[in-house]
């Protein structure tokens, strides 16, 4: 449900939460996009490849609607409406992803469901990245993807692996405040109504400050764009990575132990070891356990096989 959100957040340009019940096209509408005239269906396919890896076509989404079997929108609304959730988008994106079966394997005598799970990973990124550097569980992930975009699509088909225990991934910016739609919003605008009174003090009439502050906040967004690129373009060249990784996942190796359940994740609120937990709410802290939008533990069970 991660990159889900990720992907609406790209295609509404509005940093709002989804949850496994809400219905698409009320969301879209609260977003000021109206689902059946405004709304692009390619233009957010390419945004949910861009996040997970996954094409939906109009057959797809044909199907998560279930528009073609009624008459009319009233119709729709009776029958249908209620279905059209972004937790049955997200199952639908989990099962076109045909994720490998995770299976123990006989590592020295012993049944290791690690190793298995480190197999499956294997199999992802063979599929997905098949120029990519050969990798072994001691292998760091961002010896191997450097920036957090590249590394993104793969990460999401690890995240329904593990049901849920493997947490979403966050990017290092040059300036954090800019690192989303709203704080970036939200640091220009405050530097351009500075830099507007500063205009006034200086006794620049309204017309020329409204000018000069415009021409400021266009001459400020290009240079915070063009600092970041340079910034990202250093990190390539030296090797350094433009990705945080989340607390205690380093190499592949941890990535398979949280995808096998040998190791249960982390509370995202106070940091709780969840290791050998069942429970849906944090023991420490009490607050949800995080989960891939809401889907069913075994849904990667439907890909078994493929």
């Not at 109009?58 to 119709?75: M, V």
């Not at 079966?101 to 469901?113: D, F, V, Y």
């Amino acid at each position: 449900m991660a990159a889900l959100h990720r992907a609406v957040v790209d295609y509404t340009g509005q940093a709002r939460g989804i949850g496994y019940r809400y219905r698409i096209d009320v969301y879209l509408r609260d977003s000021n996009i109206d689902y059946f005239n405004d709304f692009d269906l390619e233009e957010f396919a390419d945004a949910i490849k861009k996040q997970t890896g996954v094409h939906l076509d109009k057959t797809d989404w044909s199907y998560l609607i279930g528009e073609r079997f009624c008459q009319s929108p009233d119709e729709w609304e009776v029958r249908f409406a209620e279905l059209f959730i972004f937790g049955r988008l997200a199952e639908l994106i989990a099962v076109r992803m045909k994720l490998p079966a995770i299976e123990a394997i006989k590592i020295l005598g012993q049944s290791s469901t690690t190793a298995g799970a480190f197999q499956a990973i294997q199999k992802v990124l063979n599929e997905a990245c098949p120029d990519l550097d050969q990798i072994a569980p001691s292998t760091l992930v961002v010896k191997r993807f450097s920036v957090v975009r590249d590394l993104m699509p793969v990460w999401a088909k690890f995240q329904v692996m593990s049901q849920g225990r493997l947490p979403s991934l966050q990017s290092t910016r040059l300036i954090k405040a800019v690192s989303g739609p709203t704080g970036g919003s939200l640091c220009i605008a405050v530097l351009v109504l500075v830099f507007f009174f500063l205009f006034k003090v200086v006794a620049i009439s309204l017309v020329a400050s409204l000018f000069a502050t415009f021409a400021f906040a266009v001459a400020l967004a290009w240079f915070l764009y063009l600092l970041e690129k340079l910034f990202e373009k250093y990190q390539r060249a030296t090797g350094r990575s433009v990705i945080r990784m989340p607390k205690d996942i380093n190499t592949f190796g941890d990535v398979a132990r949280l995808i096998s359940g040998e190791r249960g994740g982390w509370c995202t609120n106070c940091d709780y070891d969840l290791t050998g937990s069942n429970r849906k709410t944090c023991p420490e802290c009490g607050s949800a356990i995080w989960s891939v939008g809401g889907i069913p533990g075994d849904l990667t069970n439907m890909n078994k096989g493929s």
